[in-house]
Structures are given as C-alpha cells and as structure tokens.
C-alpha cells in the first residue's frame, strides 16, 4: 500500500473524529505494546479520504441518456458501515468472510446511485435532524427495555477545513447514559450503545477477539442478534464473521520493542439482507451492526447503522459486467482505496476474491457501486499475507467523469 499517500489523505479529516475511531477498540493488558493491524485502516477509513469521481442524475429511459455532471466528494471506505477494508492480513484469503450477497451469475442490469445527505467533508456526523435522532434515540431505548429519564442534544460548530474554514453549527448527537448504559444516537445515521462495565455473556459462549473459533463465534452472534433483535431490526438477518491479523509489539521503559509476534482480530458483524435480488445488496452496505467483545468474555459495545434516512435515491443506473470490470482492472482503470493511485492488475492469478459492494461514507457526497477485486500484495511477517481491495467502478463510464488527483490539502 502506499502509505505515504494514504497518509496525506487521513490529513484531510478532522483530528477529533480521527481520535474517535482510534478509541473504538481498548485492550486491558498490562504491559505496554503496540499494535500493528492492516485493518485497523477500515476504521480510520470511515472518515479518511480516497478517490473522487463526478456523476448526474439518473438515466431516463424515455429520454437521452447523456448525463449533466454534479460534482461529488472525495470517497472514503466503510467500516462497520459498509464495505472492504484498506487491506487485511491473513494467511489465507479464505479465512475472509465476503458481506455481498453478490455472485458472478446474478445479472444485475441495474443498481441505484444515490446522493449521500450525511456527508460532511471535515468528517463530522451530519445528516439525520434532531427530530429524527430523538425518534432513533426513543426506539433504542425501548427496545432496550430503559427509561432515560434525560439526554443531552449535543450542538457542535466547528471550522470546514475543507470548505474556506467556514463555522458551521449542528447537532451532531443525541446522547444519555442510564445505570450502566449509555446510549447514543449520531446523525450519520449510527446508534451506538455501549455498556461499562461490559456485560458478561453466559458460561457457554466464547465471546474475544483473539481466541474463538468460526462456530463458537456464529453461536455468539446468534444469541447476540436473538438477545437484540429489536434494536438491531432487520428484517433478515445474515451473521458474518472472520478473521483478520496484526502485529503486536511488547516494549520496555524505553519504549522499545522487546518482542512481536501476530495476534488476531475477529470481526462480529450483522447485515440486512432482505429484498429480492438486487435490492439486497444496498442493505448489506447500508444497515448493518457489530459487536465489540470485552476481554473477559463480555459485550462492551453494540453499533448499529442504518444510514437509508440520510440517501436520497437518484434512480437506477446501468452496470458494467464482470467482464468488463476485469478487463479495466488489467489495463489500471482502478485504483487503491485509500489513493488515487491507479494500480493495474497484469498477473490476475493474483486476484483471490471479487465483491459487488458500495463505497460509503460521511466523505462520500456520492455513493455508487464498485467491483472489489481483492489482490494477494504481499508478504507481511509470520507467514501472513496481505490482500488489497482494487475499485472499479461497476457504472458504465458515460455516467463517471474521470476521477481527479488528490489536491494535496492537510489538516494544519
């Protein structure tokens, strides 16, 4: 991956939503250690900035097909809202479980582009008024079975790094904490629930990033969605999890490295997969929950993202086949996420896995479907590898401009 770049992107976000992102995951061991995780990336990816592209309304089918261009944004990945991370680690590309409910026998003619109202391009959560976060809030809070006798509507104004420093002021949550649970609704569309001390999930399950098995996690994730069916509240539920890797790292006083060795980083992740054909694959990408164990065996924090009520559908555009998408992926009609770096594919026996997925995020004033090769890159260390997610994009490229360079702007 080139970092460098990837680098210069992430300096674009706003640090405090950086920040957040870095939190969102806490060990509790005892000595000091760093961690070095590829996928780490999908985090920060939610807010960082990648590759831009222009798009217009949606074709007509009685009219002329030639499309006026509205710009969109510079795109982002999603995290647990949707979508490949920057890249994973893993010793074999099967361990990797794929969201897309997509297969290369569906023919899909069509798929929807739609404007994103949540996007902001300093990264902050906007989109969803105070009116329809307070209803989100009340729903959580039922659904949880707690009174919140208050909450707090939280009003931020901050400077657009990105749009001449100009202040602008939103309520960005709603958030209220009862006994031990403290629950949050965003107007990125995101309900995060979040329980401290962490609850302790029954003697028979095995609940951890770093020691449970492919079933031990589906038992735990169907008693999770079975416990929590009413927050989460998709109509069909499809229970996903896999494994990714990182480095760890102990150090001394000094803070030097004494040691490495790999350690495992499990995904628990719930998508909506109802619908017919199609309409399948905008849920996975746009409704979907994770769980976040604690290191003892316990749930510590619940994130739920329904981020319909902040699309607005422009309508439904012409895909490209797979075929096509192969052949853009050899002659470098793609790029990196992460990067507007173009990165032909010569050698395709390098390529272990294909998604039909959406790229979104609050840096995305667009959101339309891409073809995800994933590509072995490398080795890393301790025998794992490196797999890359390369986009093209799945929209016939009348309706795309050509996707411009990053414009080298950095928070400061």
Not at 87 to 108: C, I, K, Q, V
Not at 145 to 162: I, M
Not at 376 to 401: C, D, N, R, W
Request: glycine share 8%; charged share 25%.
């Amino acid at each position: 991956m080139n970092i460098e770049k990837f680098t210069d992107a992430l300096g674009e976000v706003d640090d405090k939503y950086v920040t957040e992102a870095l939190s969102y995951k806490k060990s509790k061991r005892g000595r000091k250690y760093i961690f070095t995780f590829a996928a780490a990336a999908c985090i920060l990816l939610v807010v960082a900035a990648g590759d831009r592209f222009l798009t217009g309304p949606a074709p007509d089918e009685n009219a002329d097909r030639h499309l006026s261009k509205a710009e969109a944004s510079e795109s982002g990945e999603s995290s647990g809202n949707g979508g490949p991370a920057i890249g994973l680690w893993m010793y074999d590309f099967d361990e990797y479980e794929m969201a897309s409910p997509w297969t290369e026998d569906m023919n899909f003619e069509t798929l929807p582009v739609y404007k994103n109202l949540s996007y902001h391009k300093a990264g902050a959560p906007v989109g969803l008024s105070e009116e329809e976060m307070e209803k989100r809030f009340m729903a959580a809070a039922n659904a949880l079975g707690l009174d919140f006798q208050s909450r707090e509507a939280v009003t931020e104004t901050y400077p657009d790094y990105l749009n001449d420093m100009k202040e602008t002021e939103w309520v960005t949550k709603i958030t209220g904490t009862i006994e031990d649970t403290t629950l949050t609704v965003y107007a990125n569309g995101e309900t995060e629930v979040k329980f401290e001390p962490a609850i302790k999930l029954p003697g028979n399950y095995n609940f951890t990033y770093g020691n449970t098995s492919d079933g031990e996690a589906r038992e735990v994730l169907d008693y999770l969605c079975g416990e929590y069916s009413d927050l989460i509240g998709f109509d069909e539920a499809r229970k996903i999890t896999w494994n990714s890797y990182g480095i760890s790292s102990d150090l001394d006083d000094n803070d030097e490295i004494t040691n490495s060795y790999p350690v495992v980083d499990r995904q628990y992740q719930v998508t909506d997969i109802s619908g017919e054909g199609a309409e399948r694959l905008p849920n996975t990408n746009f409704r979907q929950a994770t769980f976040a164990p604690y290191d003892d065996n316990s749930l510590w924090i619940i994130r739920v993202y329904d981020v319909y009520d902040s699309l607005e559908k422009l309508g439904d555009y012409p895909l490209i086949s797979i075929d096509e998408a192969r052949e853009k992926l050899q002659k470098g009609e793609s790029a990196m996420i992460g990067t507007d770096e173009k990165y032909p594919v010569e050698d395709m026996s390098k390529v272990v896995g294909i998604e039909l997925s959406y790229k979104y995020s609050v840096l995305d004033e667009y959101t339309l479907p891409y073809y995800v090769f994933w590509v072995e890159t490398g080795e890393v260390q301790f025998g794992l590898k490196e797999y890359s997610p390369i986009y093209v994009p799945a929209i016939e490229e009348k309706y795309i401009s050509d996707i411009p360079t990053y414009d080298g702007y950095f928070n400061g």
